[in-house]
């Protein structure tokens, strides 16, 4: 069986495009403009959520031991 030859940076980065990737989505899925009553804010908790699945995952890639 052929050796995988791990990329640490180029699969963190798939990593955390599919993070974010479902959480945008997930959003998406579950939107209803009628029950958003503060877009800046709706968008905003969207970001965050983002930047903290991305970056709980680039966490975990990088700090894996081995």
Do not use: C, S
Request: glycine fraction near 10%; charge should be negative; hydrophobic fraction near 55%.
């Amino acid at each position: 069986m052929p050796e995988y030859d791990f990329k640490h940076v180029q699969e963190a980065g798939w990593f955390a495009f599919v993070a974010v990737a479902v959480v945008v989505l997930e959003a998406l899925i579950q939107f209803n403009p009628d029950t958003i009553t503060d877009y800046q804010a709706w968008g905003i908790a969207i970001g965050a959520g983002a930047v903290r699945a991305a970056a709980g995952t680039l966490l975990a890639a990088f700090t894996k031991p081995g």
